[in-house]
């Protein structure tokens, strides 16, 4: 099965600046990216999904880049705010299949 | 937008009881549905594949058993716990695809088990 490593575990900084959580997979099948943020006690909430026909997407200040030759794919987020504080999870999965293995996610705190 | 409904939010029951949980899709129809489970600041971690009218397709690890899964209706998925104990106390997650395949699954809210 797929098995998707994500790296760093928690990422602190500080407001304004950019943070970056990168994943890799293991299933060279997977061709559906999506990145999750979920605040404590609530459901995943998809802020950005990438294809593997693409390599990279950009909406507002969230972007996905993915590297499928090297099976892995990166969230970046621009100018943080205190509300992006929440944990990122990225997933994998393959088309027609749908169901998706996560990342083991990422706790991160922008700092006012 | 789609919107997927999980019933109860949050359920303790004791040890060797049994517990249902309900997932529907309120202004979809799924004939695929997952369900998910979360221990506390862990991953979640796929545990079902949840398929209308078939056998639910369950992951390396999870006891069929034990984790009942029944998909009557294109718009209805239960999970129930048999003979529920501690350990399986968790967050568990539904989620469902609108639309066609490969796009976005839509989570539900969760229902909290607590086994005493």
């Known amino acids: 099965g797929e098995n998707v490593e994500q790296h760093p575990s928690t990422l602190s900084v500080q407001e304004g600046d950019s943070a970056v959580i990168k994943c890799t997979y293991s299933?060279?099948?997977?061709?559906?990216f999506p990145w999750y943020k979920q605040e404590l006690g609530k459901r995943p909430q998809l802020i950005i999904d990438i294809r593997s026909n693409v390599g990279e997407k950009k909406d507002q200040r969230i972007a996905v880049t993915l590297n499928k030759t090297a099976k892995h794919f990166s969230l970046h987020i621009t100018e943080t705010q205190p509300e992006d504080s929440a944990v990122y999870f990225c997933?994998?999965?393959?088309?027609?299949?749908?169901?998706?293995?996560f990342g083991t996610g990422t706790r991160l705190t922008v700092i006012p | 937008g789609a919107v997927v409904s999980q019933h109860p939010s949050r359920v303790i029951c004791k040890s060797g009881t049994s517990v249902k949980i309900e997932c529907r899709s309120l202004d979809f129809q799924a004939t695929t549905m997952f369900w998910y489970r979360q221990f506390p600041k862990q991953s979640l971690m796929l545990m079902a594949t949840?398929?209308?009218?078939?056998?639910?397709?369950?992951e390396q690890g999870v006891e069929k058993d034990k984790f009942l899964i029944n998909h009557a209706s294109l718009t209805l998925s239960t999970l129930t716990v048999t003979s529920a104990h501690p350990e399986d106390s968790s967050f568990y997650i539904c989620?469902?695809?609108?639309?066609?395949?490969?796009?976005?699954?839509?989570f539900g809210p969760g229902t909290r088990l607590t086994v005493l």
């Open positions: 997933a994998a999965s393959r088309t027609g299949a749908n169901n998706l293995f």
């Open positions: 989620s469902a695809l609108p639309g066609l395949a490969g796009g976005p699954s839509v």
């Open positions: 949840s398929n209308e009218g078939s056998k639910a397709t369950y």
């Open positions: 299933d060279s099948a997977s061709n559906y």
